[in-house]
């Protein structure tokens, strides 16, 4: 079964702390991995990654895939109090098909 | 550029009555793809087109339709509303992988 995995579920920091988010996947015939950030509305695209150890890069966010050991981490420096959203992860195979993952809830504390 | 509009924003229906979510974009886009968001569940792929005329079925696809006549919409039917369809449905299209998703639909079923 394909899956996509999170962790955490839930995180709280304060401004200026850096998180790392995970997300893990089982898919076959895996195309890429795309990372999305969500505020009580629509997602919005963050990031795709398809090829390893490439990280891609976006004012203080940053992310890099390993398909050799299957995951992705979102890395978010100097957090500020826009960065509280969930993160979404998700997988998409090459018969077009996307696996989310739960999300991670971050929440950033002034 | 409107982007992905979806129409409505709202919906209460009763247990048996039908209706359709539409679901337009004017990008161009070939890929286009309806998800529902639940509480705890994260997205979850319900049908997705890969160009006009060409349909196909997610991970959740039993009570509900599509199709795409032309490449801008792609409506979803709902033939005989549930309990269980109460969620928050999202229309996406996208083109080399960046998705776009349009600002939701809420949905629920009494």
């Known amino acids: 079964e394909d899956k996509v995995v999170q962790s955490p579920l839930s995180l709280v920091v304060h401004e200026g702390d850096t998180v790392t988010l995970n997300c893990s996947y089982e898919?076959?015939?895996?195309?890429?991995l795309l990372w999305y950030k969500q505020e009580k509305k629509a997602p919005t695209f963050l990031f795709m990654l398809?090829?390893?150890?490439i990280e891609k890069k976006s004012g203080r966010l940053s992310s890099i895939l390993d398909k050799k050991e299957l995951f992705s981490i979102l890395n978010i420096t100097a957090t500020q109090t826009g960065d509280s959203a969930v993160y979404l992860c998700?997988?998409?195979?090459?018969?077009?098909?996307?696996?989310f993952g739960t999300g991670t809830s971050l929440t950033v504390i002034p | 550029n409107a982007g992905v509009t979806q129409i409505p924003k709202f919906q209460v229906l009763k247990t048996g009555q039908s209706m359709t979510l539409q679901c337009a974009q004017d990008m161009n886009h070939e890929y286009m793809s309806w998800y529902r968001q639940d509480p705890g569940m994260g997205l979850r792929l319900i049908h997705y087109s890969v160009g006009a005329g060409i349909t196909d079925q997610g991970e959740v696809p039993n009570g509900y339709n599509v199709s795409r006549s032309t490449t801008e919409d792609f409506p979803l039917r709902l033939l005989s509303a549930a309990p269980s369809q109460t969620s928050v449905y999202f229309c996406?299209?996208?083109?080399?992988?960046?998705?776009?998703f349009g600002p939701g639909t809420r949905l629920t079923v009494t």
């Open positions: 998700a997988v998409r195979n090459t018969g077009n098909q996307f696996y």
């Open positions: 996406a299209s996208d083109q080399g992988g960046e998705q776009y």
């Open positions: 898919v076959t015939n895996f195309r890429s």
């Open positions: 398809t090829s390893s150890g």
